[in-house]
């Protein structure tokens, strides 16, 4: 079992910048991919941006390309997103979610998510 805790969220302008944390637990990282999801208000469960926990290899979806990075610290068990250039579309709740790192992938834990709010 991995347990998921999202924080860093607000309400920020467009424009800002925020970092979300999501700090993991249970059981070693070694293996898995962690990844970020958002969803909108009457809105699907949107891909945002995975890692690996061991390379480090990283996949952006469209809408964080350019913007977005998300990073990892072995150490703390921690995944961070950094967004900056936030937009009101970003708006949203999101989700950490963690997968074994195979093919197909599934992700199998998440957290509760964290509301951010984008204001014009």
């Known amino acids: 079992q991995v347990q998921l805790v999202e924080s860093g969220g607000g309400l920020v302008q467009a424009g800002g910048s925020l970092r979300l944390s999501c700090a993991a637990s249970?059981?070693?990282?070694?293996?898995?991919?962690l990844g970020w999801f958002r969803q909108a208000p009457g809105k699907e469960r949107e891909f945002v941006t995975r890692i690996s926990w061991s390379a480090g290899d990283t996949y952006y979806g469209e809408s964080a390309k350019g913007r977005f990075t998300i990073s990892r610290d072995n150490a703390r068990d921690t995944v961070y997103l950094q967004m900056n250039s936030l937009k009101p579309e970003d708006t949203a709740v999101y989700y950490c979610?963690?997968?074994?790192?195979?093919?197909?992938?599934?992700?199998?834990?998440w957290g509760h998510g964290t509301q951010v709010t984008v204001s014009s």
């Open positions: 249970g059981r070693t990282l070694s293996g898995y991919v």
């Open positions: 979610a963690a997968a074994v790192n195979r093919s197909p992938r599934r992700y199998e834990y």
